[in-house]
């Protein structure tokens, strides 16, 4: 149980194009969604709390603007990095928490790799 | 974003032996302590968790030691395999749900 799917698993697109990222809960409702960035070797950096029905919630230093999340339904979620460029190239991952089961524990998906060539 | 402190940054040990991995919180409000394992080119997978209200939790060969007036938490494997060679990374939760992680220790098990 507790599944979170990603996808794509793996984009690779030029410089000035969007991408959109979906994450979905397979098989449990999850009411906030959260998506993560991580750099090679390094740690995740939290970049919004994605909640169903209302605004996300983005973290310091992320462009709310560049990096659009909708989570429209209580299993789905997509994070839109817009006019992507070669800086934004990284591995995003999301996690969902499900609703029955209180605050904690997070699950992941498997993550998108995403290229800007 | 305030991070927990994870060391080692690396640790190699040899099949059969014990890992050890440190984590060192700030933050009381916090009462939710886990650790995820991570392979490379996946995201990460919950390995067990602990709660302030208890100093130890055993799940096989993972066991999670939490000293509460220390604000350190540890985890352990027993009979390292491997099949454990990943990056480790330990967190904490809070009362929204959000996670905020350590640094990550790559483990390496020898044959």
């Known amino acids: 149980g507790a599944v979170v799917s990603q996808h794509p698993s793996w984009v690779i697109c030029k410089s000035g194009t969007s991408v959109k990222i979906e994450c979905r809960s397979l098989?449990?409702?999850?009411?906030?969604m959260f998506w993560y960035r991580q750099f090679p070797k390094q740690s995740l950096m939290l970049m919004a709390t994605s909640n169903e029905g209302s605004k996300a919630t983005y973290e310091q230093g992320v462009e709310k603007d560049k990096f659009l999340i909708n989570h429209a339904s209580l299993t789905l979620s997509t994070l839109t990095v817009t006019s992507a460029h070669p800086e934004d190239s990284s591995f995003y991952i999301c996690?969902?928490?499900?609703?029955?089961?209180?605050?904690?524990?997070?699950?992941f998906g498997d993550g998108t790799r995403l290229s800007i060539l | 974003q305030q991070q927990v402190k994870q060391s080692p940054q690396s640790l190699i040990v040899q099949k059969g032996g014990i890992s050890i991995i440190n984590c060192a919180y700030e933050n009381t409000a916090f009462d939710y302590f886990p650790w995820y394992q991570q392979f490379p080119g996946k995201g990460p997978a919950l390995l067990i968790a602990?709660?302030?209200?208890?100093s130890e939790k055993k799940e096989g060969r993972f066991t999670i030691s939490f000293n509460k007036s220390a604000k350190q938490f540890s985890l352990h494997i027993m009979d390292s395999q491997p099949g454990d060679s990943a990056t480790y990374f330990c967190a904490e939760g809070g009362s929204q749900g959000n996670l905020i992680f350590g640094k990550g220790t790559k483990l390496s098990v020898k044959p």
């Open positions: 996690s969902a928490r499900d609703v029955g089961l209180g605050n904690q524990p997070q699950h």
């Open positions: 602990i709660r302030p209200d208890v």
């Open positions: 098989d449990f409702q999850a009411t906030t």
